[in-house]
């Protein structure tokens, strides 16, 4: 089922995964997934990188995810290395395989500084394209509650997603750890006349080192507090202090009346678990 169709029903829940590289990786991936059925999950993501190498196992991933699941799973497409033929040619094999949501992504420079040079510059550009295919995929696409950190300026940033995200089905965010940014974004994005849903993308910060990396990759503001007590804490204290950190902010995007909450899991299920069951999810 499309994801817009979900969302136009209830709530959605959903996780982020991304694809591992090894038998063990795997393994650990099919445990968290496993332990998350136990909730009423609406849909899964797996994540591809910008690299091409990466484009074939997060398409596998997927297509074995599809037939063994109850619920949704969407597929992460980058413009990087991709013609137009290839995204057509991708978009078949997510037909046949019962795909029915993809997230429309420019991606991120890949870690091995491959080229990310393809037919296409803007994630908007292929939302036109995945629209042209004969199926009739939910397209979804990324929303940077604070601002994209190549944006010239904050308005024209709200401006390209505005115009990305109404020709899209739904957005899902960037990590942020203050609401307000979120509030915010949604409010820009209705004085632009886009009332899309926009999923909040939340992070449990399990890991402060890599979350670290990849809140300066993205221009995320870290909340320095928090991050104090988690280096300070010990592994087992380290879980609690993520669910609650993570409660709060979820409490505050649920009063608020987001239409759904997304979890970043990093291929793990016990944060998140936590989590949904604090919140009654
Ligand atoms: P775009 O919408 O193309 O925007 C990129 C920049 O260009 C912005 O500054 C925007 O304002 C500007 N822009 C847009 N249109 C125009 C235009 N017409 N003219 C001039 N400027 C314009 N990355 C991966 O590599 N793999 C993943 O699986 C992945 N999953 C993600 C999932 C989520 C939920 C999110 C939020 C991000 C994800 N990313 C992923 C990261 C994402 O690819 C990067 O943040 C990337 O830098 C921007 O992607 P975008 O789709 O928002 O780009």
């Given amino acids: 089922m499309a994801i817009s169709e979900l969302l136009a029903r209830q709530r959605t829940l959903s996780f982020e995964f991304f694809p591992p590289k090894t038998p063990w ?20 993501s797996v994540t591809t990188g910008a690299g091409g190498s990466s484009h074939e196992p997060t398409k596998q991933q997927v297509l074995d995810l599809v037939p ?9 497409v980058t413009c990087a290395q991709h013609s137009r033929s290839q995204i057509a040619s991708l978009m078949d094999d997510y037909e046949a395989g019962g795909v029915e949501n993809i997230l429309a992504l420019a991606g991120d420079p890949p870690q091995d ?31 940077h509650p604070e601002v994209h950190p190549s944006s010239a300026s904050r308005e024209l940033d709200r401006r390209f997603l505005a115009q990305k995200l109404s020709a899209a089905d739904f957005a899902i965010t960037q990590f942020f750890f203050d609401a307000s940014y ?5 409010e820009e994005l209705a004085a632009l006349g886009c009332g899309k849903p926009v999923i909040p993308g939340v992070m449990p910060v399990t890991s402060p080192g ?13 909340d320095s507090i928090l991050w104090e007590r988690l280096e300070q ?4 204290d380290k879980m609690s202090i993520a669910v609650e950190a993570a409660h709060k902010l979820c409490a505050e995007l649920l009063q608020f ?7 970043y899991t990093m291929n793990q299920s016990e944060a998140s678990l936590r989590l949904c069951r604090a919140l009654g999810l």
């Fill in 25 to 44: 990786g795997q393994k650990q991936l099919n445990q968290a997934i496993a332990e998350l059925s136990q909730l009423d999950v609406s849909f899964v």
């Fill in 257 to 263: 009346g987001a239409p759904g909450l997304h979890f």
């Fill in 113 to 143: 500084g491959s080229s990310m040079a393809g037919e296409f510059s803007f994630a908007s550009e292929l939302v036109e394209e995945i629209r042209r295919h004969p199926h009739s995929f939910a397209v979804g696409v990324a929303a």
């Fill in 182 to 186: 979120y509030f915010r974004l949604v």
């Fill in 210 to 222: 890599r979350v670290k990396h990849f809140a300066d990759m993205n221009g995320t503001e870290i």
């Fill in 233 to 236: 804490a010990d592994a087992g």
């Fill in 68 to 76: 063994n699941h109850s619920f949704e799973v969407m597929a992460h």
